[in-house]
């Protein structure tokens, strides 16, 4: 268990719908990346939050967006879905923001979105 | 812009058997970080190792060894005596230093191991 969690673990939606997806850093840990897995992009990042502001932006689609909330949970908000947007999507979350040796990623067990 | 180049994308072995995933990475920074990541059929990504820029050492773990080649821009990993529960994906990634240190991940390796 890495101390990361992920709601909800499974979502089943339409096209055209929006979601929200929940998650909830390790203790002490100020620094969230999303990250997308699909089957033909592979993983890739998608967008950095650090102790609630945006840091760094990856391919991330202008339907979707995020936010780090005072608590230090993030939310993704997805909308307009498309049958292409059905992926697993990640939660990592770290010490700080940027890279340092004991500034490991620890990844949450994901959201497997379904669009339908 | 960095890259992660998992050339071989589906391994079959069977058990005992020793197998190597290669990895190739590309990046202008003198300082990062290389790791490998296994997604068992469960779904969840669980970190391995970690390696930065500086030190080359091999290293071992049990079963699992990885060799780190700057020369090569290579850091393979090795299972020794491949077990049915190896069978995974397996990634690797690369970090660099700087404004925020995202991973960027290989396309993975589908290792199966068959008994």
């Known amino acids: 268990d890495s101390g990361v969690t992920q709601t909800p673990k499974h979502l089943i939606t339409a096209t055209g719908q929006r979601v929200t997806l929940r998650c909830s850093p390790r203790?002490?840990?100020?620094?969230v990346y999303w990250y997308q897995q699909s089957l033909d992009q592979g993983l890739q990042f998608l967008i950095q939050?650090?102790?609630?502001?945006?840091?760094a932006k990856g391919n991330i689609l202008e339907r979707f967006s995020a936010q780090q909330f005072p608590d230090l949970h993030s939310e993704l908000n997805l909308s307009s879905l498309e049958l292409g947007d059905s992926a697993l999507y990640f939660c990592?979350?770290?010490?700080?923001?940027?890279?340092?040796?004991?500034?490991?990623?620890?990844f949450g067990p994901g959201t497997r979105l379904t669009v339908l | 812009a960095q890259k992660v180049t998992q050339a071989q994308t589906e391994i079959s072995v069977v058990e005992k058997e020793d197998v190597t995933l290669d990895c190739v990475y590309e990046?202008?920074?003198?300082?990062?970080?290389l790791f490998w990541y296994k997604q068992p059929p469960s779904g969840e990504l669980v970190f391995l190792i970690r390696?930065?820029?500086?030190?080359?050492q091999n290293e071992i773990s049990g079963r699992y060894s990885w060799n780190f080649q700057k020369s090569t821009s290579s850091f393979n990993f090795t299972i020794t005596a491949s077990q049915v529960v190896d069978s995974a994906v397996y990634f690797c990634?690369?970090?660099?230093?700087?404004?925020?240190?995202?991973?960027?991940f290989g396309k993975g390796i589908t290792l199966s191991v068959r008994p």
């Open positions: 203790s002490g840990d100020l620094s």
């Open positions: 939050y650090y102790n609630g502001e945006e840091r």
């Open positions: 390696r930065n820029s500086f030190d080359e």
């Open positions: 990634a690369l970090s660099i230093t700087g404004a925020n240190s995202k991973l960027t």
């Open positions: 990046t202008r920074d003198t300082t990062y970080y």
């Open positions: 990592a979350s770290s010490r700080t923001a940027v890279w340092s040796p004991y500034n490991e990623q620890f």
